[in-house]
């Protein structure tokens, strides 16, 4: 886990967002701290993650529309839109953002080019210090900080499971996300593991919704004894989707988690 804000300094951070209002304009309509939620995904999706923020913020006496606001930017799996998101909460001058997990990577990236002065808070599940986001883990330094569980370095991982689930795999299928930041280092995990293993691999690419339909009917006439689903905050936003897909096709498959 990458070093992360006290609480004191949290509460002094968003308390003190109103200090500098006139007495008089406090008087008439008192400005609550704002927090900027930036994901990638739907309301529909990460409502789980909405709620596990409502909570910690309840941990440190914060309460959306009582004491805090919230701006909520989602980009609905479609990750272009995050940097006019993220510059849209930048305008509004929150006093953080959080660009969250499930679409994390790609929020946090569009977050740290659009300020390099308010405090940004991510969760990911990509390497922090070789996309840039951090300096290091255990000195982030800049305006982002953060947590990362390294669950896409653990794609190679993955696949030596599936291989021990179903060891008859003669070409293991790989559905990857070419347009995700860190799909390049994905492929070279994965690829370095099924060498390893002596396991054949063969990689289908998908960036959006029409891709995944179309992944999906080559994998039909493949008839492939299952499929490697590497980490992506875009298909786990298109979790229902794909689930649904490789039931029709019975095609037995391994997820990031089991929220997928």
Excluded at 94 to 104: E, K, N, Q, S, Y
Excluded at 186 to 215: F, K, M, P, V, W
Aim: proline content about 6%; overall charge positive; hydrophobic content about 45%.
């Amino acid at each position: 886990m990458i070093a992360r804000l006290r609480r004191r300094e949290f509460i002094t951070l968003l308390g003190g967002a109103a200090v500098g209002w006139p007495l008089a304009a406090r008087a008439q309509q008192p400005a609550l701290p704002m927090i900027g939620f930036l994901s990638g995904q739907s309301p529909d999706n990460s409502a789980h993650l909405v709620m596990m923020l409502r909570r910690g913020l309840a941990e440190i006496g914060c309460t959306e529309g009582q004491n805090v606001a919230i701006e909520y930017r989602w980009a609905l799996g479609q990750n272009d839109r995050l940097p006019a998101l993220a510059a849209d909460l930048v305008g509004r001058r929150v006093t953080v953002i959080v660009a969250t997990a499930g679409g994390g990577t790609p929020a946090s990236l569009a977050a740290k080019a659009a300020t390099t002065t308010i405090p940004i808070v991510f969760s990911s599940g990509a390497d922090p210090v070789k996309l840039g986001l951090v300096a290091s883990l255990n000195r982030p330094g800049g305006n982002v900080t953060g947590i990362s569980w390294l669950t896409f370095a653990l794609d190679g991982k993955r696949l030596g499971l599936l291989r021990e689930l179903v060891p008859k795999l003669t070409v293991l299928p790989v559905l990857l996300n070419p347009s995700f930041p860190d799909a390049t280092r994905q492929l070279r995990e994965i690829q370095q593991a099924a060498q390893t293993i002596g396991q054949g691999i063969t990689i289908l690419n998908a960036s959006n919704i029409q891709e995944i339909d179309a992944a999906f009917e080559a994998l039909a006439q493949m008839r492939p004894g299952a499929l490697l689903l590497a980490a992506d905050p875009f298909f786990h936003s298109r979790r229902e989707q794909i689930t649904t897909l490789a039931a029709r096709h019975t095609i037995p498959t391994i997820y990031e988690d089991r929220v997928s």
